[in-house]
């Protein structure tokens, strides 16, 4: 059974930084792609980053500079490190794998979901 478990969230000042983490484990990590996703309350879920099985990445223009996207599969974990946050960047982040959509910021693209985490920046 797949299972994608973030962590990390949580509440930071704008300008400041956060990494989360996501644990996946049930199937084979570097057999699929990766993603981050987020939603904020009242508004549809986006792509922030991507990135496919021999590390290459793929970002949303509102986080391109600030974000990075990185995996360890020796862990089986999938990383963002987020810098320079503002208040925007406020929603439920989450991770995803894929099979094939590999670097799709589409949330359609991706078969499996983790619950999600938190992060709220204050200005």
């Known amino acids: 059974q797949v299972q994608l478990v973030e962590s990390g969230g949580g509440s930071v000042q704008a300008g400041g930084s956060l990494r989360l983490s996501c644990a996946a484990s049930?199937?084979?990590?570097?057999?699929?792609?990766m993603g981050w996703f987020r939603q904020a309350p009242g508004k549809e879920r986006e792509g922030v980053a991507a990135i496919n099985v021999i590390g290459a990445t793929t970002y949303a223009d509102s986080v391109k500079g600030r974000f990075t996207i990185s995996q360890d599969k020796a862990k089986n974990t999938l990383y963002l490190q987020m810098n320079s946050l503002k208040p925007e960047d406020s929603a439920m982040y989450y991770c995803a794998a894929t099979r094939w959509y590999c670097q799709s910021l589409k949330e359609y693209n991706y078969n499996y979901w983790g619950q999600g985490t938190q992060v709220t920046v204050s200005s």
């Open positions: 049930g199937y084979i990590y570097s057999s699929y792609c």
